[in-house]
Nanobody, 123 residues
Framework: QVQLVESGGGLVQAGGSLRLSCAASGRTFSWYAMAWFRQAPGKEREFVAAINWNGGNAFYTDSVKGRFTISRDNAKSTVYLQMNGLKPEDTAVYHC????????????????WGQGTQVTVSS
């Protein structure tokens, strides 16, 4: 059974930065694309960013482009989300997810999800 454990969330002022981490265990991490999603109260879960198995390509929702950076360290079985220039609208629970294949696409399935880490951005 794959486990994904997020960390790094917290409370930050608008304009600040946080770095989220997601540590994976249970199956070969390096074979799979990874993604970050977020969900705010009353809203549907939103795709934030994804990265292919080897880190060669990254993908972002428009609202975070230029501010967030997804990366991965396969040797550590960890994916990161560096969040800069945070806005109150970024407040949400952030979840990492492991895809069913090596490459991200809009229709890719996610087989495993982390428990989430809360990010709160004050104005």
């Amino acid at each position: 059974q794959v486990q994904l454990v997020e960390s790094g969330g917290g409370l930050v002022q608008a304009g600040g930065s946080l770095r989220l981490s997601c540590a994976a265990s249970g199956r070969t991490f390096s074979w799979y694309a990874m993604a970050w999603f977020r969900q705010a109260p009353g809203k549907e879960r939103e795709f934030v960013a994804a990265i292919n198995w080897n880190g060669g390509n990254a993908f972002y929702t428009d609202s975070v482009k230029g501010r967030f950076t997804i990366s991965r360290d396969n040797a550590k079985s960890t994916v990161y989300l560096q969040m800069n220039g945070l806005k109150p609208e970024d407040t949400a629970v952030y979840h990492c997810a492991q895809a069913s294949g090596a490459y991200y696409s809009a229709g890719v399935r996610y087989e495993y999800w982390g428990q989430g880490t809360q990010v709160t951005v004050s104005s």
